[in-house]
């Protein structure tokens, strides 16, 4: 199975912007499709952004325009840049194979909040 461990979580105000990596035990090239999930407070996990290894990307609406997502294969890390962020944006984040996924890891919490 993948390793996956999340980081770059923490706490910012509405407006502000993060950048969460995902550092990966194998090539991210190996990987057909790896996401970012998240799961607000007594939510359950949703998938927002994809990015698969021939480069194509896809978002949930709520953060499109607002979130990137992109990888490094060099370092086997897949990033989520979250721009203008918003208190709904609050959540536990994950990353995660789309197929045959891992289980789960700690994510990492964002807190949007003034």
């Known amino acids: 199975q993948v390793q996956l461990v999340e980081s770059g979580g923490g706490l910012v105000q509405p407006g502000g912007s993060l950048r969460l990596s995902c550092a990966a035990s194998?090539?991210?090239?190996?990987?057909?499709?790896i996401g970012w999930y998240r799961q607000p407070p007594g939510k359950q996990r949703e998938l927002v952004a994809g990015?698969?290894?021939?480069?194509?990307?896809n978002y949930v609406d709520s953060v499109k325009g607002r979130f990137t997502i992109s990888g490094d294969s060099a370092k086997n890390t897949v990033y989520l840049q979250m721009n203008d962020l918003k208190p709904e944006d609050t959540a536990v984040y994950y990353c995660n194979l789309l197929r045959y996924p891992s289980p789960w890891g700690q994510g990492t919490q964002v807190t949007v909040s003034s």
């Open positions: 990015l698969s290894n021939t480069g194509n990307t």
């Open positions: 194998v090539s991210i090239q190996s990987i057909n499709v």
